[in-house]
């Protein structure tokens, strides 16, 4: 299912998204054949370097898309032109570092790392301010 190996290293800046909650997150992967000649082969999607998503052009039908128990039906590829992979419903659990690797025919494989940091709902029973105590 998966070519090539996870421990890929990854090259360029890192992108951080925020979501809250509940939430959705749209993590960006430039998937874009860097030649004309070129074309997409697989986009596999890491998280702390753990397979969660793939999607194989290979392939043809519904199994051209993997998708991890983790995301169940919340995570979706949004191809060209947004190239990204779409989080439904995130939850705190989904705070991680995330890797997007990229394969192409002819070009050299591309890796990016993405940042999730997730907003959680905060509940504060009692707040002291100097001596008084609100609640």
């Not at 190996?5 to 509940?22: A, C, K, N």
């Not at 939850?91 to 570092?97: N, V």
Request: aromatic residues 10%; proline residues 6%; hydrophobic residues 35%.
């Amino acid at each position: 299912m998966f070519t090539g190996s996870s421990l890929t290293p990854v090259t360029g800046t890192v992108t951080r998204v925020s979501s809250v909650v509940g939430g959705d997150a749209e993590l960006p992967c430039d998937s874009r054949p860097p030649q004309y000649n070129d074309s997409l082969l697989i986009v596999v999607w890491y998280r702390d370097d753990n397979p969660v998503y793939s999607y194989d052009t290979r392939v043809q039908g519904p199994t051209a898309h993997w998708t991890d128990d983790a995301f169940a039906e919340r995570a979706r590829w949004l191809g060209m032109p947004n190239s990204a992979l779409h989080l439904r419903n995130v939850q705190l659990r989904d705070q991680a570092t995330y890797r997007c690797r990229v394969d192409f025919q002819v070009s050299p494989t591309r890796n990016y790392r993405i940042v999730l940091d997730i907003i959680g709902k905060c509940e504060f029973q009692n707040i002291i301010i100097g001596k008084a105590f609100l609640k």
